[in-house]
């Protein structure tokens, strides 16, 4: 194939509210449909209607699905960023621009198609707020036709998004056509960028990972959902209420769950303990804000032992600024979270796949291991969309955990709640509504000895301390396991977590080309498990990848081996915006020559054509 | 019908009085909240409540500790400063078998927990709620809490200039269908108070003011033994007949009002010195404000909304508790993930969104 083709991204530069989204998705998904790889960036800002957004596209036929940072095809349609996006091409790049904004001269390498955007849909509306948003099909219709997008791919994204509304579908239907129209009559191509049918999206799905996670409470039997919005995390329990409605009424309309819109994240986690305290399987979800206000329940769910699972989609905090970026900065927080000697089992996954999959293993674990159970997320994973196979059906039953039924406890002599019968660290727990009276207990914070009556004996309060250490070593056992590949030949090892993922396959594939040959640890939760330490010991130099300033997993890493701290070193990315492999590579390279590593020797990448 | 072998005569549910208690306290001797236990352990025999089938809930606070002290045979949940009322909507979302009992202070209510006590009752959740209220921090040791009135000292002399909120007015402002004002001291009120909120579904407040003796108890206190016994106005004299009784005392006509609960329990409010009518929100928001003006306290059945839709029937939730839902219940078949997946590969099942905050 040639270098332009299924290879290159494009980003669309708009103002938010402006519909540009539908847009957006109608090339994102018609591309898939063509069978080549693609991924969707939405960079948005926190707001409504008015500020700049971008969008990226990435094309690629070797399935990379991570951030580009350069940008193949600019679509200008932003008066106000327009000077900043042009500049932001370089040699080589195409810039499709609304004819009526105005830009200081573009260099001559650079491939200028002015589009008369307004004499365009002029014809087709007479409806100026109709025309604003009607204007971004123009554009889908000229890319269409200057990359090759089949006529009929379109139509059937479009179909897909506006079926639903006839009026708009003609409406949009007409716009697409005056652009595509206009380009084929009026465009010379004078560029390599091109899509091409392949057959590497066959059969998969496009999905955003919060849409996915709600799929995977619903199927994980999840009775009682309690939040309060916040974005990036209410489109979680916006699409799980969606699926609820439609899938757990019974015919008569009553539901089997209950969702309440709580009044703060205090009031959501504390439903959500009380729900997880009376036997239900409870969940919440939030972002870094909320998981600020969570924290004193959070330790009185440890230290209590009760069932929750609370998801955190992570972006940059606090408050005001960038609260639409993404980030990885709650790591080392939600790990601890509360007073007190805390930790918390910590799910992390990585792709639209395990955020369905943890999704129920989450509560599966909390219901295990008595205690809130936290889902890191972030934003770019959470809110964007990513290819995936689709979900296998759960073939196992849930784990309810150590609940005695009633016919169990009438077997027993006596009944304690905080026990350690088995010497796993787990007691068995029974649930109010329990006829039999030794069933019945007293739930308080740190201050019960195992029959649950209150203390405050210093060698009562170091037990319980240690038999909750004990459940986290248990924990251990019971956790996503990492994903590891390893390299006989590497001296370098990779370690990272969540939706740097993507970008870290890439970067091993850069880093390859360089001469530099990798191992690869993907975490997928905290606690760490026996893997980290064999992965540690193996490889020479260590870099933990991470989205956060600070390099907290890193230094978690350090703490969890401290023979091996000396080898961890750290690549941080914080800029709110997804990770470029690029940059993982150069600091790879930078810290490898630093440190005096061989020769470098390029090899073959590792994955050319593998789509993932 | 079960039980412990405990003497004494047996309630409508087999159960003797001693089902009903607790723990021993470790409150101090003569504190308001103990009483109140007292009042809760049997006004819960009488109304035969089965133990097994309340489960008990609490802030932070000498208040909130009292529930380890009754029903002892009730599973029960100490949970942080001032978010009981968010527990217990959990605990009613899982299981709405359960009669909550919330034992609150007025810190942990008024002050902390002002916030979920309004969205409680906003949702009417069913609880009964009772609010311990001394004006104080007794478990910090007696600084003001949010319910002080304006003028009474603390223990160091220091007034508090403040505006008490009343939990009871709040209450009614936010539609709550059961709202009482007692004194830990007037157990022939209390009971008969404690009866009627176990017979009603949706949030039940009872404002109970209870002395702390330790940091509230002394002259300049308007929350004192002696202060409240000379304020206390009550508004009638309360009988309360369950469901299970006739109603057997003759009373003279015209000097009863009744109410009747949805459960076929009877509120019987015999008139003192004029006919309050417990079903006007308006008139109680008044009653209450002219007894603030008057310093007076007012204590009864303030107001009364026995129909009133309780969370649940908002919620449309299936009969059986959610904590007791089989797994085929709550996972739909294979078909439905199968359906859904097909959705996000066309795109027809995801359609975009875009902005927020
Ligand atoms: C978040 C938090 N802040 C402060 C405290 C300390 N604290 C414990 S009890 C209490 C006040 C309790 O007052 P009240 O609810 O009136 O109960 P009382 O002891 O008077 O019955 C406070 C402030 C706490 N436990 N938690
Ligand atoms: S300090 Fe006050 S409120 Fe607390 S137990 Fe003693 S008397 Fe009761
Ligand atoms: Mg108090």
Redesign the pocket.
């Known amino acids: 194939m040639n270098p332009g083709v299924n290879d290159f991204s494009i980003q669309v530069a708009t103002v938010n509210g402006s519909g540009s989204q539908t847009s957006n998705t109608v090339l994102l998904r018609a591309i898939f449909q063509m069978g080549v790889p693609v991924s969707g960036k939405n960079l948005f800002p926190s707001n409504i209607a008015g500020l700049p957004t971008w969008f990226t596209i990435r094309v690629s036929r070797h399935g990379w699905v991570a951030r580009a940072a350069r940008t193949d095809v600019m679509v200008v349609m932003n008066p106000e960023t327009a000077e900043a996006d042009v500049a932001g091409v370089g040699p080589g790049g195409v810039i499709v621009l609304n004819d009526q904004i105005q830009v200081p001269p573009i260099p001559d390498d650079r491939v200028v198609y002015a589009v008369p955007m307004r004499a365009l849909i002029e014809p087709i509306t007479h409806d100026v707020r109709l025309r604003r948003l009607v204007v971004n099909m123009i554009y889908v219709g000229v890319l269409a036709e200057l990359l090759g997008i089949a006529e009929g791919e379109i139509e059937r994204a479009l179909d897909a998004q506006l079926g639903h509304k006839p009026k708009a579908l003609a409406l949009n239907h007409q716009a697409v056509r005056a652009g595509w129209e206009w380009a084929r009559d009026h465009l010379d191509k004078r560029d390599p960028f091109r899509v091409e049918r392949m057959s590497l999206t066959e059969g998969k799905i496009l999905i955003d990972g919060n849409n996915a996670a709600a799929l995977g409470a619903m199927f994980g039997g999840v009775t009682v959902v309690t939040w309060y919005p916040i974005t990036p995390s209410s489109s979680l329990i916006e699409a799980l209420i969606g699926h609820l409605e439609r899938y757990r009424r019974r015919p008569d309309g009553r539901a089997n769950y209950a969702v309440v819109q709580a009044e703060d994240e205090i009031a959501a986690i504390g439903m959500a303990l009380g729900a997880g305290w009376a036997g239900a399987r409870s969940m919440t979800s939030t972002s870094g804000p909320g998981i600020s206000l969570m924290a ?1 329940f959070a330790g009185y769910g440890y230290y209590a032992e009760i069932p929750a699972v609370v998801w955190d989609i992570q972006r940059v905090g606090p408050s005001t600024g960038l609260p639409t970026r993404t980030s990885q900065g709650d790591l080392a927080f939600v790990h601890q979270l509360s007073h007190g000697d805390t930790r918390h089992p910590v799910l992390l996954p990585s792709s639209v796949e395990e955020c369905y999959d943890f999704a129920m293993r989450a509560f599966d674990l909390a219901e295990r291991l008595q205690t809130p159970v936290f889902v890191l997320s972030d934003l770019d994973l959470g809110m964007n969309n990513w290819m995936s196979d689709p979900f296998p059906y759960p073939e196992r039953p849930w784990d309810r955990g150590k609940v005695l039924t009633e016919a169990e406890l009438a077997k027993l002599a006596t009944f304690e709640r905080y026990r350690d019968v088995d010497g796993d660290g787990i007691p068995y727990r029974t649930l109010p509504g329990v006829r039999d009276p030794k069933g019945a207990y007293f739930t308080r914070g740190s201050g019960h000895d195992e029959a649950a009556r209150y203390t405050e004996s210093p060698e009562v309060y170091a037990r319980v301390m240690d038999r909750l250490a004990r459940k986290f070593e248990t924990a251990r056992a019971l956790v996503p396991a990492p994903l590891v590949e390893d390299d006989d030949q590497a001296e370098v090892g990779l370690i990272t977590f969540g939706s740097n993922h993507w970008a870290l396959l890439e970067s091993r594939d850069q880093l390859q080309t360089e001469g530099v040959r990798t191992g690869y640890l993907l975490l997928r939760a905290l606690p760490f498990t026996e893997h980290l330490g064999r992965f540690l010991a193996r490889y020479r130099r260590i870099y933990v990848v991470e989205q956060n300033r600070d390099g907290q997993m890193a230094a978690l890493v350090r703490l969890e081996s401290p023979a091996d701290a000396a080898r961890v070193g750290s690549i941080r990315c914080y800029t709110g915006l997804p990770v470029d492999p690029r940059h993982i590579t150069d600091e790879v390279l930078r810290e490898e020559r630093a440190a005096g590593a061989g020769a470098a020797r390029p090899a073959p990448p590792i994955r050319e054509g593998v789509v993932r | 019908m079960s039980g412990t072998a405990a003497e004494g005569p047996r309630n409508l549910a087999g159960f003797t009085k001693a089902d009903y208690e607790g723990g021993k306290t470790t409150l101090c001797p003569g504190c308001g ?1 103990n009483a109140i236990t007292g009042g809760i352990i049997q006004a819960a025999f009488e109304a035969g409540l089965e133990p097994h089938r309340v489960a008990k809930l609490s ?6 500790k009292t529930p380890a002290y009754f029903l002892g045979h009730a599973h029960g949940c100490n949970a ?2 001032g978010r009981m009322p968010s527990v217990a909507t959990g605990v009613h979302l899982a299981n709405r078998e359960l009669l909550l009992i919330g034992v ?5 209510t008024a002050s ?1 927990g002002l916030g979920q006590f309004c969205h409680l009752v906003r949702r009417n959740v069913p609880v009964v709620y009772i609010i ?1 209220n ?1 004006g ?5 040791k007696g600084q003001f ?1 949010a319910t002080a009135d304006v003028g009474s000292t603390m223990k160091n002399g220091r007034p508090n200039a403040l505006m008490p909120i009343d939990c009871c007015a709040i209450a009614i402002e936010l539609g709550c269908g059961f709202v009482a004002r007692s004194f830990s001291g007037d157990q022939k009120q209390l009971r008969p108070l404690l009866k009627a909120a176990f017979a009603h579904r949706g949030t039940a407040v009872l404002d109970v003011v209870s002395p ?1 003796v330790t940091f509230a108890d002394h002259e300049g206190s308007t929350k004192s033994y002696a202060a409240v016994k000379q304020s206390d106005t009550p508004l009638h004299e309360i009988d309360f007949v369950p469901y299970f009784e006739d109603i057997h005392v003759d009373y003279a006509p015209g000097t009863t009002r009744e109410v009747e609960l949805p459960d076929g329990s009877h509120i019987v409010l015999k008139k003192l010195a004029e006919d309050y009518d417990p079903t006007s929100r308006a008139r109680a928001l008044m009653t209450l404000e002219e007894a603030r003006t008057e310093r007076r306290l007012v204590t009864g059945l303030l107001y009364v909304e026995p129909e009133k839709p309780a969370f649940d029937r908002d919620l449309g939730l299936v009969d059986t508790p959610l904590a007791r839902l089989p797994l085929e219940q709550v996972r739909p078949p294979r078909r439905v993930l199968e359906e859904i997946m097909e959705g996000f590969r066309t795109g027809r099942g995801q359609v975009a969104a875009e902005g927020g905050g």
């Open positions: 004193e | 909240h802030g932070i606070g000498c208040s909130s942080v400063h609150s202070g007025d810190g942990d902390i311990e001394n104080v921090y007794g478990l910090t809490s702390c």
